[in-house]
């Protein structure tokens, strides 16, 4: 079973304030999903990347991979309330084999 | 879209009950996946299966079965409930036509057996 581990696993933090939350792992992935999952929700799909040292931006959300495709970053910049929830890495190393780090629980406060 | 629905929110079953939880997917993916999730260990597979009538068990086979007779409804079935299988059920799919194989979910079924 590969192990994805995120840090922080709590992080409570000021509207407008700048955040990263990790995703390590010792495997190598093939690509690595993002998503975020509100409570009483399914997980929505954010990004997925690809290449070892990508960088994709979405809005105020920046997601790299690690150029040895085992580790990824996100950072929120500005962070707003609406940012608010619980956000997975996911590597993934096949067409049916996607592990699930244990997640990163965020509260933005107005 | 792709868009993936369940066919109920919450549930509330007995200890012993067979409890039937669907899900169907509208993008003609050919993977789907039926996920527990809990806290402190997150996402965990229960089954997949990649094309009509076909199954592979996922990490946590124990007390499930699943049934694919059309290629869009996954079914995950509970023989006999019990309360360790109290849980948030989450179904996903996705394409095998391409990498890298994102998978879409649905909004959940809060499961509680009593």
Known sequence: TQLLEQSPQFLSIQEGENLTVYCNSSSVFSSLQWYRQEPGEGPVLLVTVVTGGEVKKLKRLTFQFGDARKDSSLHITAAQPGDTGLYLCAGQTGANNLFFGTGTRLTVIP | ?114
């Open chain 2, 1 to 114: 879209d792709v868009k993936v629905t369940q066919s109920s929110r919450y549930l509330v079953k007995r200890t012993g009950e067979k409890v039937f939880l669907e899900c169907v997917q509208d993008m003609d993916h050919e993977n789907m996946f039926w996920y527990r999730q809990d806290p402190g260990l997150g996402l965990r597979l229960i089954y997949f299966s990649y094309d009509v009538k076909m199954k592979e068990k996922g990490d946590i086979p124990e007390g499930y079965s699943v049934s694919r007779e059309k290629k869009e409804r996954f079914s995950l079935i509970l023989e006999s409930a019990s309360t360790n299988q109290t849980s948030m059920y989450l179904c996903a799919s996705s394409s095998l036509g391409r990498a890298p194989y994102e998978q879409y979910f649905g909004p959940g079924t809060r499961l509680t057996v009593t």
